[in-house]
Structures are given as C-alpha cells and as structure tokens.
C-alpha cells in the first residue's frame, strides 16, 4: 500500500495539470463550439514567454503577469478575432482544421520570434521544487507539487462555480448551443465568446506555466502530448462536466504514475507507455461512456439554416467545352511531364518530383477520407509509417521485393486502420480525429519504437524493387513506377467515387439519418473507406520509403501528420487533382525552405501552411479549387451572372 | 403601403427595398413594405417564398445585402442583431426557439436579465411562471426535454412578460395540435394588446387571418400583395398559396 501510495502521490500534481487543461478544453468546447487541439501550443507559447522572461532577469511574478495573466488572454483574443470567430457554424471539420493550422502556426512563430536554442530546466512559479516542505507517509512533498495543486484546486472550485451559477457563466454555456440564439436574446455573441475565449487561454497559460518544471527542457512537441491526457480528462467528463473533468484529469495523472512505478524499467513499452496511456484512456471511454458518443456527434443550433449553404465544387459547374478544354490540356501536360522527368530533368529534380508523387499518394488517401466521406483522421503519417515498415521488413528478412512489399503494406495498413477506426466509428467527426490524433501518439511512442517496425530514430532501410530483369534503382525508373502506382491508386478513387460506394458516401455525407433509412450501414461504409484510406496511405508511405532507401520513425510522427491534413484541406481536398498539387505544393515549398533560406527560417513552411488552415476556414472548398472557380465564374461567365439569377428556398 | 392611423408612429418595422441572400443564393428582391406601430401583420407565402428569411433579416440574423431596414423609425440596416433586439424587437425563430441544453430557468433568466435589473429579472420570472404554470412546473428541467407545444410556450413567456415593440414570429404552430395552436395564438393576442407589433409568419392562413390586420403576400423571394386583411378573401389566399414554389434553376 505505501508503494502504491509512494507511486500514486507524485501523480497528482500531473493529474492536476491534466485537469487544469481539460477544463480549458471543456470551457472552449462548451462555448465556442470548438474543440481547440492548438490548446497544448497555447500553454506551450505561454510556458516559453515565462522562461525568456525569467532568464532575462525579471522577478518571478512580472514574468507571470506577462506570460500568464495578460499575454495568455491576449492570445485568446488574437485566435478568436482573427480565426475561431468564423468558424462558429461551421462543420466539425473545418473547426479542427483550424485548430490543427494554429497548433502547427503557434511554435513556428515563437521559434521565429524566440529562436530555436534549447532551454533547460524551465524555472519553476511558485513554491520552489527543491524545498521539502512536508512528508506524507514518508513521501517528500516538494514546493513545485504542493503549488500545482492548490493552484488546480483553487483554479477548478472557482471556474466551476463561476461557470453555473453566475450570469456569465450562464451565458457561456447558452453560446454552447447557439450564438444566434444568444443575440436573439440581446446579448452580444462576439463579446461573451471573447471572453470565454481569454478566460480558457489564461487556463492553458496556467497549465503550461506549472507544468514545464517537469519537463527537461521546452519543446512544443511535449504539450502536443499532454493534450492527449488533457482530452481523455474531457472525455471523462463528457465534454460537459467540469468537475467530472477535473476528477478524470486527476485520476488519469495518478493511474500514469503509479503504471510507471510498476512497470519495469529501461524497456520500450514501459518508457511508452506513460505518452501512451491516455490513449489508452481515451478509447476505453469511447467505447464505455454511451453519453460521450452521442454528445460529440451533436450539431444542433436551431439557426443553423441562417449560414449559406457550401459552396459547390468547380467541376461542377464547368461548361462542356472548357472541360473538354481541359481534359486535352491535364493529358498533354501529364504526357509532357513525364516525358521531361525521363530525359532533359536532372537527376535531383526527378527525385524531388518523385517524392512528391509518393506523397501525392498519401494526400490521395486524405481525400478519399476527407473530401469524399467527411470523415478526418490525424494519423495518416503513421499508417505510410505502418506501410513502409511492413515492406522494410519483409524485404529485410524474407528478402520479398518491395513490389510485393507495397501491396502487403497496404493490406497491413488498412488492417490498423480498422482496429483504430472502430471504437471511434460510430461517432465520426471529432472522435475519430480524437482517436486517431492518440493513436498516432501511440505509434510514436511505442510502436514505431521496436526494432521490428521503424527502429525509432535509427531507422530501417528499403532497397528500391525489381521486377524480374527491370531493375527500378535509378532514379528515373523508379519515377516511372511511381507514376504507374499512383495512376491505379487514382482509378481505384475514381472508381469508388463513381461506383455505388460513392453515392453512398455522398449520401452519408448530406445526412447519416437520412443515408440509413434508405439502407445504407454507415458504420460499415465508413469503416471500409477509413481503411481503403489507410492502405493508400500504406502504399504510399512504402514507395516514399523506399525512394528515400532509409526511413526513421521521425518521417513519420504525428506532427508529419497534423501537417499532412492541413495542407490537404488547404490545397483541396475534394479533388484528385487536389492530392496531386497538395504533394507538389509541400514537397516544393519544403525544398525551397530548406535549400535556398536561411535555417532560421525553417519553420516558415509550417507558417505558411498553417496560414493555409486559416485561409480554408474561408475556402473550405481549397485554395486552388476556389482559384478554379473564380476563374471560371469570371473569365468564362461573364462575372457569375447566372450564379446571381439563381434563388434559393 | 401606408396604413391608416399609423401617421403619428414611426412604423414598427420598415424595409425599404430590401435584398437578401445566402452566400451566392438570392432569396429576396426588393422587398419593401411596413408593419404599422401596435398592428400585427402576417406574412404568407408558399414553402421557398422567403418568409423566413424577411424574419432573419428584420432581426439582423441575416445580412442585408441592398436597402435599408428601420426599426421604430431608426435605420438598423446593418446593426447585429442583439443591438436590435436591445431596441426592443423579438424573434422566436423557426423549429426549436429556446436553448434545448439549458433549463427552463436558465432560458427565462437569460433574457431577463439581459434587459432588466436583477430585482426586476426575478420579477419577471414569477410573473412567466404565473401566467403558464406548466413551466412552472417544469422549471429545472432541460428545455429540450420538453414538448415541442411546450418549447413555443417558454419562447412566448419571455415576449410576454417583459413586452417588446416588435415581436418577429416564425412559424410557431409548426407541427403543433390544433389545441396548441390555439394556445399560442391566445398568447400572441395577449402579446398584441400589451401594445406590440406583430410580424407574423404563417401557414396556416385563417389562423393567420383572424389576428393579422395586414397581409403581405410573397412570392419567390418577391413581395407580390401588401393590402389590409379585410380586402383579402379566404380564397384569394387559398389561391395564392395554391401556386406551387418555383423550381429551383437547373439548367446550370
């Protein structure tokens, strides 16, 4: 029992951060709407503004002030203005987007702003960490774990109360519902968001500032994790409950501890588990709390009706001849493509290009899942990593060619992707990306961690195929086999889109309701696309892999696949064609980031395509796709007269 | 249109051709009529018409996109709609007008007390309880929970008690059984004599025509008839109603 309680007493104070950072997250969702994943970078932006300012020399206190008290606040007004104000009514997707965009933008600034050298041993807020200021049976209490917990415990008490039984509170939890029906009442919406807006970022500021002692030193990608365990608290209280929040936070912090204490040490799984463990969490809730389902799925302001209707998408609206036009132009232009790539393109361009190909295949699979079944999953990256370790492997020991290799990871993937999308699959939309976003983490911490996936950071190498006598090891004809992949990968999404799953995923889109009643099984067609996507993906990531020859678990971790999603959904993730560009667009921007600027400016990438996430809340339809239509609507229609003419019910 | 007697008040409510639409879809083509100060006013049309939309534009729900809109004689064209509703206009929007994840309470208080003291704002909760005991009842519960009858009640209660100049109604009997209705139209009565105008939305057209004293007619996003209630026959609006809603262009 002293041993348990000697493992369980140092997890409270990790518990009570889990708690301090569900409750923000519950706060936000409650009130905007918005289930904010940039939670962790807001505590992280906080926690780095603390520690520039401490150790430039200011008293503790100012420094809290300033990082915690105005700037996190500030921030919260920032977002809000200038991003989740508009995504209010919008689908789950386009709001996750945004949150992944400003999850990926907020470090990229910082390092810009702060600059990338490591900092060590964040100070500490409050009580100092190396005091002991009382003993629990015989436990050492130290300063930095008595502050954090009667820090959470005041922080909680109070915003519970506030939160039901104060007129602002009350207010918060009615924008919950609807906004509109706020301003119906005369209050003004924007206002009463902004709030609830600052009042969660101070939180995340809080949580950020208190937990960063813990960590050897900053780095963003440490608060990305701990929002895993900051949403299985959330789950544990439904998404509703704040004191239910607070209990799962605690007890989450507690249960992690007390596993690591008992788990012996120095091995892969034990070292993982601890990151891994809120997935854990988080899935066993899925699956057991039948009230948690049913809230996540929820979309249900009355004044829904007042938001015009989505744009649709350019092919649509296309007039035969211009698509003729095209058709003509796409096939000259890929029959070029190639025919260059094989002769006068040097050799390093035809591998960056063919890079981008294989990437094109795994941007495929996120608009076979995104675009054309409305579902979102923030692993993508760790199912090409799932794909290039089964063809790494099986070429290494059964000395199977990476032809055959390809295939088997698709297969493998898609089997993954099963097992991760069905306790999530009745829910869809947030859960999902919830699910998927942990299991991702999962992978990154354990399981591409054994030598017999990814080898972690040492990596496995992937020789280039053969086929018989073609040997594909040159650059170019690897590019050709490329190519030839990525043609079948479009024909099979083609196909779907036009077949009869096709029209059942349209269907599901408009209304799972509606799709059941005429007998379609929703969870069995989305399962059956979510793994479709996860084999592309696969394949993808094996043909990536084996063009690189070497691949580590670092190519592949959940950051590579936050970013995936973000670039699809701005480039166009409704069309083939959109993948297409997505890859190029990434791949291109990437090598002129890193070839040709200073490394300073390593993270302007992830600016931009965070930028990009805030550019799709605007154009959920995609960049290059809104460039099409406009052009379309103006060059060849004369300024949209029609579009103008026609009258909606 | 200008309405008798209606000289001395500013119009309650006044669109001076107004345009509206949703993102690239048009749904009304300069719309101009008034609703005269304590008068109420119904607005029939066919499914398509752009009933609602007036409704959402007139409380700011939906952005005008052409003309002017005045409220009391004062230009809200492009005001949010809680600065006009804090000029004392109310709207009970279509389907579900209360927040179903609040209880009854919450959903009285939230109102109140955004437009009165907080002595005044529990006033005015026992005087919502009073005249329908049945929230009373019901107080803590969610109002989602209750009755789609009941719902349109508690929307109504919060008008009521403390009254507005404008009240902005859609399509409240939607669904009901015919004893709601004439509960909610008892209601609207009630609201009518404490001295508010009424703007009506409606299906069901002689419900619509024993209150209303002036009907506006529209069609296809179009205002098309804006005459006293008296000069319209039940069967003018019969045949009026009768004319199926335009379809949708397709030739795109």
Known sequence: ?649 | MSAPGAEALPAALQFEHVDAAYGRFRALFDVSFTVPSGSVTALLGPNGAGKSTVARVATGLVPSTAGRILVSGRDVTHQPAWKITRLGVAHAPEGRPVFASLDVEDNLRLTFLSQLSRKEAADALERAYARFPRLAERRSQLAGTLSGGEQRMLALARVLVVPPRLLVVDELTLGLAPRMVDEVYRALRDIRDAGTSLLVVEQQIPRALELAEFVLVLRKGRLVQARPASELSAGLAEEILSVPAAPVDGSS
């Open chain 1, 1 to 649: 029992m002293s041993q348990f309680l000697s493992y369980a007493i140092p997890g409270l104070p990790y518990g009570c951060v889990f708690a301090l950072l569900g409750m923000g997250l519950v706060l936000t969702y409650q009130t905007s709407a918005v289930f904010n994943l940039a939670f962790g970078a807001q505590a992280y932006a906080s926690a780095l503004v603390f520690y520039v300012c401490v150790s430039d020399g200011w008293p503790t206190w100012a420094a809290f002030l300033v990082s915690v008290v105005f700037g996190a606040p500030l921030l919260g007004v920032v977002i809000d203005l200038g991003l989740f104000r508009f995504v209010r009514s919008r689908p789950v997707l386009v709001k996750l987007v945004a949150a992944l965009g400003l999850l990926i933008v907020i470090p990229a600034v910082l390092q810009v702003a702060f600059g990338t050298s490591n900092r060590y041993s964040p100070p500490s807020l409050w009580l100092s960490p190396s005091t002991v200021y009382f003993r629990v049976l015989g436990d050492p209490i130290n300063g930095g774990e008595l502050s954090t917990v009667i820090v959470t415990a005041a922080v909680a008490l109070l915003l519970s109360l506030m939160f039901h039984f104060t007129q602002t509170g009350l207010r918060m939890r009615a924008m919950a519902e609807s906004p509109r029906m706020v301003q119906l009442a005369g209050l003004s919406a924007e206002r009463v968001g902004m709030t609830s807006w600052m009042l969660s970022s101070f939180l995340a500021g809080l949580a950020g500032v208190i937990i960063a002692p813990v960590f050897g030193s900053l780095q963003s990608l440490n608060f990305t994790q701990l929002l895993v365990a900051a949403v299985a608290a959330a789950a544990a209280g439904s998404l509703v409950s704040l004191p239910y929040t607070f209990l799962g936070g605690v007890i989450l912090g507690i249960l992690e501890e007390v596993l690591g204490g008992y788990l012996p040490s120095g091995n892969v799984l034990s070292s993982g588990l601890r990151p891994g463990f809120p997935f854990i969490v988080l899935l066993a809730l899925l699956l057991f709390l039948p009230g948690l389902r049913r809230r996540w799925g929820r979309t249900d302001d009355p004044l829904a009706a007042c938001d015009p209707p989505p744009a649709p998408i350019a092919s649509t609206m296309r007039d035969p001849a211009l698509y003729r036009a095209t058709r003509i132009g796409t096939t000259v232009f890929v029959i070029a493509f190639v025919l260059s790539c094989l002769t006068w393109i040097t050799d390093n361009w035809v591998f960056t290009l063919s890079q981008a190909l294989a990437l094109s295949i795994v941007f495929l699979s996120l608009v076979l899942l995104t675009g054309m079944s409305g579902q979102i999953s923030l692993c993508q990256a760790a199912f090409a990593g799932v794909g290039a370790f089964t063809a790494g492997q099986l070429a290494m020991h059964f000395n199977l060619s990476i032809l055959v290799g390809i295939v088997a990871a698709g297969v493998v993937a898609a089997l993954v992707g099963v097992v991760v999308a069905l306790p999530a699959l009745r829910v869809g939309g947030l859960a999902l990306a919830l699910a998927t976003l942990a299991f991702g983490l999962l992978a990154d911490n354990i399981g591409f961690q054994f030598s017999w996936s990814l080898n972690g950071d040492s990596g496995i190498s992937l020789p280039r195929p053969t086929l018989g006598p073609i040997n594909f090891s040159s650059d170019r004809s690897f590019f050709l086999l490329i190519i030839v992949v990525l043609a079948i990968c479009i024909a099979i999404v083609e196909a779907i889109r036009r077949g009869t799953t096709g029209r059942q995923l349209a269907a599901l889109r408009g209304s799972e309701l509606a799709a059941a009643s005429i007998g379609i099984n929703p969870a069995r067609t989305k399962i059956g696309v979510f793994a479709l996507s996860a084999g592309l993906a696969g394949v993808g990531g094996a043909l990536y892999g084996s063009l690189d020859s070497s691949v580590s678990a670092s190519d592949f971790n959940t950051l590579v696949s936050l970013v995936f999603v973000v670039v699809v959904a701005t480039v166009g993730v409704y069309t083939v064609e959109g993948a297409i560009e997505a890859g190029l667009a990434y791949v291109l921007l990437n090598n002129l980031v890193t070839s040709s600027l200073p490394s300073s400016w390593a993270s302007l990438l992830e600016i931009v395509f965070g930028a990009g996430a805030v550019v799709y809340v605007l154009h959920p339809e995609g960049v290059i796709e809104y460039l099409k239509r406009f052009a379309i609507e103006h060059l060849v229609r004369g300024g949209g007269e029609r579009a103008e003419a026609e009258v909606l019910a």
